[in-house]
């Protein structure tokens, strides 16, 4: 049982490359969720997911596109990359019974992304 | 979700309590509060949660004020290993699941 998979560890970019960083858990949950994390701050949600086909916006969605066609997997694409970018991206997941959350997140070990 | 406030950072020595506030004065009824926290740079844990009666798992304890509008994360014997970033967040159980993270108190056991 790995929990939730982040790939890579460690990515340099350069502006207006674009790439996507992986997210995989083998727990059968259906939520997952990426956010960001700059330094000396909180995590802010990107884009969230309650199930396969369903996806939505956090907080910070602006430049990133994500998609959910299995349970498993919840891609975070960088569509051209910029310096405000640079960051550390956490992918979450928990267990979500229709309506309600009744669950605690589990984090992957993140990605640490720096674009020049 | 209701705002909380934690202060910034405490100290704590290695064996004893460690006692975390946090306050949620615009909490709502049907909104929970969960901990979580933060080890260095690695991605953050979930410690507990509760609605307004206390909890306690191997990790913690958690104590709601009757009022709730305030609670405080117990690590009964802290270890140089709870060092960390702990994180107080408010939510309800139904509509989008966004948890919202703040800056944390960042905690700091001593030796």
């Known amino acids: 049982n790995a929990g939730v998979t982040q790939t890579p560890k460690f990515q340099v970019l350069k502006t207006g490359q674009s790439m996507t960083l992986q997210c995989a858990q083998d727990?059968?949950?259906?939520?997952m969720s990426w956010y960001r994390q700059d330094p000396g701050m909180g995590l802010r949600l990107i884009h969230y997911s309650v199930g396969a086909g369903i996806t939505d916006q956090g907080e910070v969605p602006n430049g990133y596109n994500v998609s959910r066609s299995t349970t498993e997997d919840f891609p975070l694409r960088l569509l051209s990359a910029a310096p405000s970018q640079t960051s550390v991206y956490f992918c979450?997941?928990?267990?979500?019974?229709?309506?309600?959350?009744?669950?605690?997140?589990?984090f992957g070990s993140g990605t640490r992304l720096t674009v020049v | 979700d209701a705002k909380t406030t934690q202060p910034t950072s405490m100290d704590c020595a290695e064996g004893r309590a460690a006692n975390l506030p946090c306050n949620h004065s615009t909490i709502s009824g049907n909104e929970y509060v969960y901990w979580y926290r933060q080890i260095h740079s690695q991605g953050p844990q979930y410690i507990i949660h509760?609605?307004?009666n206390n909890e306690t798992n191997e990790m913690a304890s958690l104590i709601i004020t009757e009022d709730r509008k305030s609670s405080t994360l117990i690590l009964p014997h802290a270890t140089l290993r709870d060092t960390a970033v702990y994180y107080c967040?408010?939510?309800?159980?139904?509509?989008?699941?966004?948890?919202?993270f703040g800056t944390g108190t960042r905690l700091t056991v001593i030796p």
């Open positions: 967040i408010v939510r309800a159980l139904t509509g989008a699941n966004n948890l919202f």
């Open positions: 509760g609605l307004k």
């Open positions: 979450a997941s928990s267990l979500f019974s229709g309506t309600v959350f009744n669950y605690g997140y589990t």
């Open positions: 727990m059968n949950h259906e939520y």
